[in-house]
């Protein structure tokens, strides 16, 4: 006769549930009323007030009417206006261009050079951003003037046999507006360029690729977001600049926010002058839109 003793049932040990920090009741709501308050006092309601005023009627600088579509129906049946608007949009885009071009060749050499010379260059870029912006157009009103130094140097080097007429023209506009946004384009360029592990790039140089080809298949996918935003920024300010095209301009080259001041001013057209504020508010915003989503949809292409 057997005789099975059973095990007696192990117990396993109880699991016990992870401790739980009840986290505070949120205050956030508290600690952005301060920061909702100033965004409204600063942006929203000045631009409300802008968009009122864009549709009502003003005689003179003196509201005397209803609302009423006149000031941008009379604003684009003007074709001096459509011309401007023209100039002022291809000019922006120029002066991105320009600035996202120099921009990227400087961040590339202040990244990955090891040359001494990068602090000094570093300091180039950055002086501009130490003085004012009239101070800097004024700076390239004498240099480009008819007895200035440009004029001078091409002149001794018999390149010419006559003073240009550089200011006044639209390539001094552009220029002064480079010099005054390529530190935002450097300085963009070169945080996207530090997150591009440079692995990548002597993996591709091992495989055979040059640095040209390393640079256009390698680096620029990765860097395509952030060069999109760099000229999505400058061409963002330089669509609003008044300093430069000002001074630059003589009062030969006409942009949209030198034209807003002289219907203020000049002719006294407050109406017309908030129309077109808020058409550069819109060209800036579906401007920027655009580009933003083309820099998030170039991001999830290169990921």
Not at 47 to 54: G, K, V
Not at 106 to 111: D, K, N
Request: charged letters at 10%; glycine letters at 8%.
């Amino acid at each position: 006769m057997t005789v099975s003793v059973a095990r007696p049932p192990t117990r396993k040990p109880a699991r016990t549930a992870p401790a739980t920090t009840q986290a505070p009741r949120s205050s956030f709501p508290w600690l952005a009323l301060p920061a909702t308050v100033w965004v409204l006092a600063t942006f929203a309601i000045p631009t409300a007030i802008l968009l009122a005023s864009s549709v009502l009627t003003y005689d003179g600088a003196e509201l005397t009417g209803p609302l009423t579509g006149a000031n941008y129906a009379d604003l684009f049946r003007n074709s001096y206006f459509r011309s401007v608007l023209w100039d002022t949009v291809w000019m922006s885009a120029t002066v991105g261009g320009a600035c996202m071009t120099a921009g990227l060749l400087v961040a590339h050499f202040l990244v990955r050079s090891r040359s001494r010379l990068r602090t000094l260059v570093l300091l180039i870029v950055i002086s501009p951003l130490v003085s004012s912006v009239v101070v800097r157009t004024y700076g390239w009103l004498v240099l480009l003037q008819d007895d200035g130094l440009v004029n001078k140097v091409l002149l001794t080097a018999g390149l010419i046999d006559s003073p240009l007429p550089l200011v006044g023209s639209r390539f001094a506009v552009i220029l002064g507006l480079v010099h005054v946004l390529l530190p935002y384009a450097v300085f963009t360029a070169m945080s996207s360029l530090q997150s591009v592990d440079p692995s990548l790039e002597l993996a591709s140089r091992d495989l055979g690729a040059g640095p040209v080809t390393t640079f256009f298949r390698i680096t620029l996918p990765l860097i395509r977001p952030g060069l999109i935003a760099g000229f999505t920024l400058t061409f963002a300010i330089s669509l609003g600049a008044y300093a430069s095209a000002a001074v630059l301009g003589g009062g030969r080259v006409q942009t949209l926010a030198t034209l807003v001041r002289d219907r203020m001013v000049v002719s006294l057209e407050w109406g017309q002058a908030a129309a077109i504020s808020v058409v550069i508010l819109v060209i800036g915003a579906v401007t920027v839109s655009a580009l933003l989503l083309a820099g998030r949809r170039s991001q999830a292409g290169v990921g």
